[in-house]
């Protein structure tokens, strides 16, 4: 399984982006899905998951402000992040872990990562 994501980009604080992450290969509405991101000089953290289902489940630092989705049929999952702030700021990476269940919160228990894509919040 291949990862491509996109969306990242310069935004001033309070702004939105909407990151996509699009996944190669026939068995993409059986994985669970995450976002993680890391920021310069610290370690990388988690944001966000989507389950096979379309349960959701969020950092604590994002809730509120960024929502997950999934179109299994563009075999693409979402992270559209509202109210942007200076310390989202980060190279953020989506996931794939292949049982589709559970609740997935640490980098370890997913199988496959996409590159970076980074997002810059101006204050």
């Known amino acids: 399984v291949q990862l491509q994501a996109s969306g990242g980009g310069l935004v001033q604080a309070g702004g939105s982006l909407r990151l996509s992450c699009t996944a190669s290969g026939r068995t993409f509405s059986s994985y669970a899905m995450g976002w993680f991101r890391q920021a310069p000089g610290k370690e990388r953290e988690f944001v966000a998951t989507i389950s096979r289902i379309g349960s959701t489940y969020y950092a604590d630092s994002v809730k509120g402000r960024f929502t997950t989705s999934r179109d299994n049929a563009r075999n693409t999952v979402y992270l559209q992040m509202n109210s942007l702030k200076p310390e989202d700021t980060a190279a953020y990476y989506c996931?794939?872990?292949?049982?589709?269940?559970?609740?997935?919160?640490?980098?370890?228990?997913?199988?496959?990562w996409g590159q970076g894509t980074l997002v810059t919040v101006s204050s």
């Open positions: 996931a794939a872990e292949r049982t589709g269940w559970g609740r997935p919160l640490l980098a370890h228990e997913y199988d496959y």
